[in-house]
């Protein structure tokens, strides 16, 4: 797997997003992507509280601890590089969390407008 090249929405290097827990479609702490990330897990969100449980009633359980597949389980301040798609569907709904725009790959704009990317930035 090829990766796409590691620029942020802002034009420059792509930054980290997490390694503690190791985010990313490569698990390299970057949300950086390629052809075969089908997700497009380009957003690097802070996770809230409210995003979680929002996350788990749409089917995606982001809380809960997987240790076979050596997730930790993320807790409200991690950061975590999200679908970009669900991103807009939780903007949608009024519960999106905060987004490192230094980490945020700049595919996540073919899906979220950069509007909506930086009217979610942190502060």
């Not at 992507?33 to 957003?43: I, K, N, P, Y």
């Not at 903007?91 to 490192?100: F, K, L, S, W, Y």
Request: aromatic content about 8%; overall charge negative; some cysteine.
């Amino acid at each position: 797997m090829e990766k796409d090249p590691s620029v942020n929405v802002l034009g420059q290097p792509l930054e980290p997003c997490s390694t503690e827990p190791r985010t990313g479609f490569f698990r390299d702490a970057h949300c950086n992507t390629c052809a075969q990330d089908r997700g497009s897990h380009t957003v690097c969100a802070v996770m809230t509280a409210e995003f979680l449980a929002y996350s788990k009633y749409v089917g995606n359980d982001l809380s809960t601890p997987r240790p076979e597949f050596g997730f930790p389980g993320l807790k409200p301040g991690d950061r975590w590089c999200l679908c970009a798609a669900r991103f807009m569907q939780a903007h949608d709904e009024g519960c999106a969390p905060r987004v490192n725009l230094s980490a945020t790959h700049l595919r996540a704009s073919d899906i979220v407008p950069l509007a909506v990317l930086k009217d979610h930035a942190e502060e």
